[in-house]
């Protein structure tokens, strides 16, 4: 089956390396823009990092929401819970059931962001939550950084998770995922800036585009090599 999903996962390659470009040249016009209302979300991120690089990688957060995560999603599957252990560094869940999306949901669902996205929206029922939208800014981009920088560094210090379901199909995923996953939640943030029904629609076109031209040219290719 492992071999299967190798074979999925190359065939996806060419639409990660689209969703990636089209990713990137949405963040740069993001970034770019001069709104100052949404600075806080930056010196967020940079407070982040800035902790990170002169104290220490608060692991102990990330692992709780990184079982916490398997944990939910888990009962949105319709497991349930046996056991939930987290350490300082280490953490598990003993589940009834297992899937892709249980499994590897820690490395593309935003959990602490998401919660503090919830949170915000929430207290829109009892008060004027524009007063606190530029703390809203900064600790989401807290969270962010928090979430994607620990997430890259557990994957690169090697997961078991990963291996499950093939170690090249799980990362192809993951990466796929993650980018639909960040678009949405800086769109749910910043609605007045990110469009995600135009990114999707550049996405699905320039996609069906790099398909097309790489079908032409390894049509091309066996056409010429029959002539030899």
């Not at 299967?4 to 990636?20: C, D, E, N, Q, S």
């Not at 280490?90 to 589940?95: A, P």
């Not at 929430?122 to 600790?139: A, E, H, Q, R, V």
Request: charged residues 10%.
């Amino acid at each position: 089956m492992n071999k299967v999903r190798f074979i999925i996962a190359i065939l996806l390659v060419p639409a990660l390396l689209v969703l990636v470009y089209d990713f990137v040249k949405l963040f740069f016009s993001f970034a770019g823009q001069t709104d100052t209302n949404i600075v806080p979300f930056w010196i967020g991120i940079a407070v982040y990092f800035l902790f990170q690089v002169v104290f220490f990688k608060p692991m102990s957060t990330y692992v709780f929401g990184h079982e916490l995560t398997h944990a939910l999603t888990g009962l949105l599957s319709g497991a349930q819970i046996k056991k939930f252990k987290v350490s300082a560094n280490k953490g598990s869940v003993t589940l009834t059931k297992d899937n892709i999306f249980i499994t590897l949901s820690p490395y593309f669902f935003p959990i602490y962001p998401i919660i503090i996205i919830l949170i915000y929206f929430c207290l829109g029922w009892f008060m004027d939550i524009t007063k606190i939208y530029s703390w809203f800014l900064f600790f989401a981009g807290i969270s962010l950084a928090f979430y994607y920088a620990l997430t890259f560094y557990a994957i690169k210090v090697g997961q078991e998770d990963m291996k499950i379901y093939g170690k090249f199909f799980s990362l192809v995923f993951v990466c796929f995922i993650n980018i639909i996953m960040v678009v949405l939640v800086l769109a749910w943030i910043f609605p007045s800036h990110i469009y995600v029904k135009d990114f999707f629609v550049n996405v699905f076109f320039d996609t069906i585009s790099f398909y097309k031209n790489i079908f032409i040219g390894v049509y091309k290719c066996l056409a010429f090599l029959k002539t030899k």
